[in-house]
């Protein structure tokens, strides 16, 4: 029982360079979340989902998109990276809306 | 975004002492919930409240949902240097419309 996964761990990218980050979880979670967490920032939700096939905006979604097309993968994606971008990224996923989340082990992403 | 305020940011104390942090909002949550984040780790669940006026512990750590419903309060006691991190509080509301936002963390250094 690996709980949430993510890949991959660290990545530099290019100004407007594209990439997608992958979360996976094997505990059956409906939710999902993306997170990104800057400093003196705490956590801020980009996107999450509410089950297979279904996504939402979070507080942060402008330069990301999201897609849910297996319960337990969420994938984010940045079309066209910005400096502003550059953070550590948090999967987490949970049985329900107001359970406990269970969070990934991060992705520290370096947009130039 | 809305980020719920933490207080303090920071503090050292030394190993043996007891530590209190809070957590308040303008908003009402029906869920509040405490995390720890240890260096370059993801958050992990310390304890979690579900009514106003809930005390509950863990070890040595005890937490409380305020009766206004709008802030939290944690506390270690007897602290010890693995208790170093960033703890942050987070307000789940699920009526209306989903909010399940964290607190901008309180980081914990203990001196041995």
């Given amino acids: ?36 967490q800057d400093p003196g920032m705490g956590l801020r939700l980009i996107h999450y989902s509410v089950g297979e096939g279904t996504t939402a905006k979070g507080e942060v979604p402008d330069g990301y998109n999201v897609s849910r097309l297996k319960k337990q ?40 | 975004g809305q980020q719920l305020n933490q207080s303090p940011q920071s503090m050292f104390i030394q190993e043996g002492e007891d530590v209190s942090m809070n957590c308040t909002s303008s908003s009402i949550f029906n869920t509040w919930l405490w995390y720890k984040q240890d260096p370059g780790e993801g958050p992990v669940l310390l304890i979690a409240l579900y009514k106003a ?56 250094k203990v001196l041995a």
């Fill in chain 1, 73 to 112: 993968n969420f994938l984010l994606g940045l079309e066209s990276a910005a400096p502003s971008q550059t953070s550590v990224y948090f999967c987490a996923s949970s049985y329900s809306k107001r359970d406990t989340q269970y969070f990934g082990p991060g992705t520290r992403l370096t947009v130039l």
């Fill in chain 1, 1 to 36: 029982n690996a709980g949430v996964t993510q890949t991959p761990k660290f990545r530099v990218l290019k100004t407007g360079q594209s990439m997608t980050l992958l979360c996976a979880q094997d505990m059956n979670h409906e939710y999902m979340y993306w997170y990104r």
């Fill in chain 2, 53 to 108: 006026g809930e005390l509950t512990s863990n070890g040595r750590l005890t937490a409380q949902f305020g009766i206004t419903r709008k802030d939290s309060f944690l506390n270690i006691s007897a602290s010890i240097p693995s208790d170093v991190g960033i703890y942050f509080c987070a307000g789940v509301t699920t009526s209306g419309t989903y909010k399940y936002i964290f607190g901008t963390g309180t980081r914990l």
